[in-house]
């Protein structure tokens, strides 16, 4: 486990190179998120036969569908006749998929329905919608581009037992979601959530809300967690803020049963399209749950400006790298899994 002993002073940063050069992009689409367990979806989002969803891991377009068995799906969202991208729509419902460009139609399966330019289906590799791996574990739904990578309960066995704290999780559904692009690069947003060293300064409501001086940040195998209580309050009203491996953020805060995600699409290596969403058990959520979202919100949108500042700075040729304060470990721990990857 790594500490704040493990620290040393003036210990360097990732160069900032990595977060403006293309090619660290382009290697980390490849052995970062080509070779991981992606977070997708929610089964909230495909709980009706014939329900779909599409999304981008790695630059690939991927669909996954809710099939006429009852299994949930996913696939690369390319028509294997000429390589057009199938399904347009970010979600929706439909018997059968259809590719615009010279009609092929799909079963929720993946398997050819009719190709009207040939006269059989059997057409080897190419009578299919390449399959993904697609694993759902507390009703989040993942997936992984490599076929031979380890299932996810092998590979996050240790986040996976610290999620068994919240028996709620199963039965939430998604009630919100929001987009935005930021204009940094991925890491530069994990790095931001992953030290509360600016919280005081930038987040004022925040610091306000949460006992700042018992403010733990603890690293632990492919994911670290933040914990505060609310000033004033004993354990039960406490706070966890969650990072897992590469790209994904989930956070419980007090109250009724909830929890947010952030999921972190790479567009470029200076660009981060960022998908907020907030599940409770209720669709009709209550008055508090409303000021939730709304603080979740002001501190994001204060984030914003922060990590676009940091991109800027990137670019400079004032520094070649930073240092870790004493107290970021959980940003060194990434750092470390991100070198681990790229040097493989």
Not at 281 to 296: H, L, S
Request: charged fraction near 25%; proline fraction near 4%; include cysteine.
């Amino acid at each position: 486990m790594i500490t704040k002993e493990s620290i040393q002073s003036f210990t360097p940063t990732l160069p900032y190179e990595w977060y403006v050069n293309p090619e660290i992009f382009n290697k980390e689409r490849k052995q970062i998120f080509s070779k991981n367990w992606i977070l997708v979806g929610h089964t909230s989002q495909v709980k009706n036969e014939g329900d779909f969803f599409t999304f981008d891991v790695a630059g690939e377009p991927i669909i996954v569908t809710h099939g006429t068995d009852g299994e949930l799906r996913a696939f690369y969202n390319i028509c294997p006749h000429r390589g057009t991208k199938v399904e347009r729509s970010e979600q929706g419902n439909k018997k059968v998929l259809q590719c615009v460009y010279h009609g092929w139609t799909f079963k929720l399966d993946g398997h050819l329905h009719r190709a009207p330019n040939f006269t059989t289906n059997e057409l080897g590799k190419h009578s299919c919608m390449r399959s993904i791996r697609l694993e759902v574990y507390r009703s989040m739904i993942f997936v992984n581009l490599d076929p031979d990578a380890l299932s996810f309960a092998d590979a996050y066995q240790e986040f996976a037992s610290e999620l068994e704290r919240y028996p709620f999780m199963d039965s939430l559904l998604l009630v919100k979601e929001n987009r935005r692009l930021i204009e940094a690069n991925w890491k530069a947003v994990v790095d931001n959530f992953l030290e509360c060293d600016h919280c005081s300064i930038a987040h004022p409501a925040f610091a306000k809300t949460f006992d700042m001086s018992n403010y733990n940040l603890v690293p632990c195998d492919k994911f670290s967690y933040q914990y505060s209580t609310v000033k004033g309050k004993d354990d039960s009203a406490s706070v966890r803020f969650y990072w897992t491996w590469p790209n994904m953020m989930l956070s419980v805060y007090p109250g009724t049963g909830n929890m947010t995600t952030t999921q972190l699409i790479p567009i470029s290596a200076e660009q981060t399209m960022a998908v907020y969403r907030y599940y409770f058990t209720n669709v009709n959520i209550t008055k508090e749950e409303e000021d939730m979202i709304a603080f979740v919100d002001q501190v994001r949108e204060e984030d914003f400006e922060l990590v676009e500042l940091l991109q800027m700075g990137f670019r400079s040729q004032a520094f070649e790298n930073g240092i870790y304060s004493p107290t970021e470990h959980t940003l060194h721990h990434f750092h470390q899994l991100v070198k681990k990857a790229i040097q493989e």
